[in-house]
């Protein structure tokens, strides 16, 4: 399997626009992740699907941020309108399903570089 | 909620040996991770710990003692590559679904 896809990997936009940032998770796995990355605050869970079906969106900032998954192999994060404290690497992660083999590991993307100015 | 505490950054020799360790506080715990990410790249996973004890892989190894709530990862006869940032996590299990959360990383300097 080519591993979990982002894209795009990176993207530089003005304040206000619209950023959607896509993902391909690895064939088979059940959970999906959105992470974001900051030097300030590490690394956050934004949200995470299991079969599809959002789980848990505690962890998304603000209303701007939303995420779907429409089907198994794709899933988006949007932010509308961006902002420059948005600015950040979000990676997309995906994880087989508890008690299969490898079902503790979380296999990321290479991450999206996002750039709010 | 849930916390994880660990340095921010170590530094060590070539050859030598290191010890991150990683404090948490989460309930529905289920396992402490660790993973390693090099500078521009995405974090890989390095090695899980469901039950008390060592777990060795090659140079690595990782530690958990559940009652004390503390895991550490030990590499041996370190190596220039070996430069990078190191993150533990902890799985938390809620309504049988998986939720993984991460420390704010350390940053290994291997120096020659």
């Known amino acids: 399997d080519a591993g979990v896809i982002q894209s795009p990997r990176h993207e530089v936009t003005e304040m206000g626009q619209e950023v959607t940032l896509r993902c391909k998770p690895i064939s088979g796995h059940d959970y999906l992740f959105w992470y974001r990355q900051t030097m300030m605050r590490g690394l956050e869970l934004l949200i995470y699907f299991n079969n599809n079906v959002p789980i848990d969106d505690s962890g998304m900032p603000e209303d701007r941020f939303s995420a779907k998954m429409p089907n198994a192999s794709f899933s988006t994060l949007k932010i509308q309108p961006s902002e420059p404290r948005d600015s950040a690497v979000y990676f997309c992660?995906?994880?087989?399903?508890?008690?299969?083999?490898?079902?503790?590991?979380?296999?990321f993307g290479e991450g999206s570089w996002l750039t709010v100015v | 909620g849930q916390s994880l505490e660990q340095p921010s950054e170590v530094t060590a020799v070539e050859g030598a040996i290191v010890q991150i360790n990683c404090t948490y506080q989460?309930?529905?715990?289920?396992?402490l991770s660790w993973y390693q990410q090099h500078d521009g790249g995405a974090p890989t996973f390095l090695s899980y710990n469901a039950l008390d004890g060592l777990e060795e892989t090659g140079r690595f190894s990782s530690f958990l003692s559940r009652s004390d709530s503390y895991g550490y990862l030990l590499l041996q006869e370190l190596q220039m590559k070996d430069s990078a940032s190191y993150f533990c996590?902890?799985?938390?299990?809620?309504?049988?679904?998986?939720?993984?959360?991460f420390g704010s990383g350390t940053k290994l300097n291997v120096k020659p």
């Open positions: 989460t309930s529905g715990f289920y396992g």
């Open positions: 992660a995906s994880s087989p399903k508890t008690g299969q083999g490898d079902g503790n590991t979380i296999y």
């Open positions: 996590a902890v799985r938390r299990g809620e309504n049988n679904f998986n939720k993984f959360y």
